[in-house]
């Protein structure tokens, strides 16, 4: 029989892994329509985002980022908003990390312009330039979005696990046992994850969890069986659970077929970004997202081309607890 | 002879650089299917050709790497371009096991708005870019704007490759 005191520490560790799986304290304190303890997602859209050209307007995104955010935090000045996601992901002082997505080269990678924009606000925020660090796998994936390496501590950094390295010792959770980047285990206390939404030739979707095989030595390793459990072990590992905070995720343009490439055959602009804490919500999402455009265009949902992204139900099951894929208890909100 | 041990780190050191240098991206050398600058008419190529070994190619292209490795891929080579120093492309040269493989890859990302054009042995061509193969060769050339003169500025650089297989 467990002692009252083991009683305590098992609830403790139980209440810590239930605030990761959902809102976590990110999402609005006072929401006048209430969640009702749903899980979070909130789609900002805005279609002239683009004007006529195949680059985003800077001036939109950030104001794209502000309505996004402010409809998340329920906090209207972006500052305040701002202050509130640091203070409660854990980063003030500290350095936070912006994870992109640049492995599908230059035209289907996280676009630069967000993360300047996020960059933008920490600052304003109180954080530090040189405590933010933008980074993903290689120089290369991060000149794919259109950022430039800089490593000098003074300004708003951005190199990538080519230069950090990785650790020595695997840590494990199922089917996954990886060496992390040392960007992901020594230097930041927080992540804010920048994925980019895209059709997935093996997962089906890469969104959310699957941009986490980025910060790993060997992701070649977690594709088999498409993907599945190894986005959702690896996402269960706790350096990635508690770190990875939230997901302000890149939809302003996507692939819906073709995918992790780039096939500009298959591109659209859905012109969005799609925010939350709860990654198995926002995956189930973006899924939804990707099949509902497949449709559109003629395709078949991914399910009936042999593609569903079944590690989304494997990250919400009893055994991962990273979120819900219940649509009934996502609360998502559009503005 | 007695080596000084700063000496034997040195060559150590020196060792293990030139097997990182090797297990890397290699050069291409003979056959060498990217056009040179300016060979296919306006096209600079802007960057070295970095090739990829079947078991590197996740590296390059992630989980995509895995159609490629069931179809049989040998090598990927990929090289960028840029016309008339605007229009920015991406050039693959996926080298198979033979033309069934080539044929496999070609044949599984068509679509019905692809329209088919003389290239190799067969070929598609679409706003933004043409896919062929040719043999054991399966080439893709993916541009990263759509304008008037894209398409034709695509098929110029195609030719260029397809002459080269």
Known sequence: MATRREFIKTAAAGAVVLGAESRGGLAAIADPQGDQGKSRVVIARDPALHGGGSKPDEKRVLDLLDRAIAAYTGKDKAVEAWKHIVAQGGGEGKVIGLKTNGLGGRGISTHAVLAFAIAERLQQAGVKAGDILVWDRTARDLEACGLTINTDPSRLRCY??????????????????????????????????????????????????????????????????????????????????????????DAMSSVYEGG????????????????????????????KMIDRKRVEMGLQPLASVGRPPDYIATAADSGHRLGTNNA???????V | MIV??????????????????????????????????????????????????????????????????????????????????????????????????????????????????????????????????????????????????????????????????
């Not at chain 1, 009934?328 to 559009?334: G, Q, R, Y």
């Not at chain 2, 150590?12 to 056959?31: E, F, Q, V």
Request: glycine share 10%.
């Open chain 2, 4 to 165: 000084s041990r700063r000496t034997l780190i040195s060559i150590a050191s020196m060792a293990a650089l030139i097997a990182l240098a090797g297990a890397g991206c290699k050069k291409i050398k003979a056959g060498d299917p990217f056009p040179a600058s300016n060979a296919a008419a306006g096209w600079e190529k802007t960057g070295d050709t970095r090739t990829y070994a079947a078991k590197e190619l996740w590296q390059y292209i992630d989980g995509d790497a895995e159609q490629y490795i069931k179809a049989g891929v040998v090598t990927t080579s990929t090289a960028d371009y840029k016309y008339q120093g605007q229009l920015e492309a991406v050039v693959d040269v996926h080298t198979m096991g033979g033309a069934d493989g080539a044929r496999k890859i070609f044949e599984a990302g068509q679509t019905h708005d692809a329209q088919t054009v003389q290239l190799g042995d067969a070929g598609i061509q679409y706003a933004q870019s043409v896919i062929f193969r040719k043999g054991p060769y399966l080439v893709r050339i993916v541009a990263y704007e759509s304008t008037a003169g894209t398409p034709q500025a695509l098929m110029a650089l195609a030719h260029g490759i397809e002459a080269k297989l």
């Open chain 1, 160 to 249: 990538g696990s080519d230069v950090s390295g990785f650790e020595d010792q695997p840590q494990s959770f199922g089917s996954a046992s990886v060496h992390f980047s040392k960007i992901l285990t020594r230097e930041c206390a927080m992540v804010i994850n920048l994925p980019i939404l895209k059709d997935h030739s093996m997962a089906g979707v890469t969104f959310a969890m699957k941009n986490i095989y980025g910060v790993v030595q060997r992701p070649q390793e977690l594709h088999a069986t498409g993907c599945n459990p190894g986005v959702a072990d690896l996402n269960c590992i706790p350096v990635v659970r508690q770190k990875v905070r939230i997901t302000i995720g």
């Open chain 1, 328 to 334: 009934e208890k996502i609360a998502l909100k559009e």
């Open chain 1, 260 to 287: 992790p490439g780039f096939r500009p055959e298959h591109l659209w602009y859905p012109n969005a970004l799609i925010v939350g804490e709860d990654r198995v919500a926002l995956d189930q999402t973006a899924w």
